[in-house]
T-cell receptor
Framework: GENVEQHPSTLSVQEGDSAVIKCTYSDSASNYFPWYKQELGKGPQLIIDIRSNVGEKKDQRIAVTLNKTAKHFSLHITETQPEDSAVYFCAASSEEYGNKLVFGAGTILRVKS | DVKVTQSSRYLVKRTGEKVFLECVQDMDHENMFWYRQDPGLGLRLIYFSYDVKMKEKGDIPEGYSVSREKKERFSLILESASTNQTSMYLC??????????FGSGTRLTVV
């Protein structure tokens, strides 16, 4: 089955700096790669996703890149703000496995002001 | 505003008790999932359901069962709670495409 590895496990950045979180996946059949943000006391919320026919996607200060050959994808947050502090999860899924999401272990992002 | 509602935010139960965690969604989604979240392990799939009365085991089903009698409700059952089931439990639902909506979670402590 699919296995998703996520790095780093914790990340501290200064407000205004960029943050990058990286994930690798094992199953070449995976074709959907979402990123979720979990704030304290809340469930994870989808912030951006990318499908395998696209190499990059942007939404304001966040972007995701996908390298299918290397089987890795990354989340980029620019101009970080204190409200970006949260736990971020990457995930992967494929139609072959019924669209079930397999999650990475999570990254705790702290933005210091 | 679409919602996945988990009935309890915090639960404390004794070892050996039968525990019910309830999840209700108002989006008419076919698919519902139960995950547990532990530090350093991410979210691990316990059980899922693609339709009423249907259930499938996920990656860590041991010690758990589920019930889906109505489309909007998916219950997770701990038959005999143990301390290693102390965790955050997250319910999610999705239409055919895998865009999940999660509930706020239930933090279960088994003492």
């Amino acid at each position: 089955g699919e296995n998703v590895e996520q790095h780093p496990s914790t990340l501290s950045v200064q407000e205004g700096d960029s943050a990058v979180i990286k994930c690798t996946y094992s199953d070449s059949a995976s074709n959907y790669f979402p990123w979720y943000k979990q704030e304290l006391g809340k469930g994870p919320q989808l912030i951006i996703d990318i499908r395998s026919n696209v190499g990059e996607k942007k939404d304001q200060r966040i972007a995701v890149t996908l390298n299918k050959t290397a089987k890795h994808f990354s989340l980029h947050i620019t101009e970080t703000q204190p409200e970006d502090s949260a736990v971020y999860f990457c995930a992967a899924s494929s139609e072959e496995y019924g669209n079930k999401l397999v999650f990475g272990a999570g990254t705790i992002l702290r933005v210091k002001s | 505003d679409v919602k996945v509602t988990q009935s309890s935010r915090y639960l404390v139960k004794r070892t050996g008790e039968k525990v019910f965690l309830e999840c209700v969604q108002d989006m008419d989604h076919e698919n519902m999932f139960w995950y547990r979240q532990d530090p350093g392990l991410g979210l691990r799939l316990i059980y899922f359901s693609y339709d009423v009365k249907m259930k499938e085991k996920g990656d860590i089903p041991e010690g758990y069962s589920v019930s889906r009698e109505k489309k909007e409700r998916f219950s997770l059952i701990l038959e005999s709670a143990s301390t290693n089931q102390t965790s955050m439990y997250l319910c999610a639902s999705t239409p055919e495409v895998p865009v999940y909506t999660f509930g706020s979670g239930t933090r279960l402590t088994v003492v």
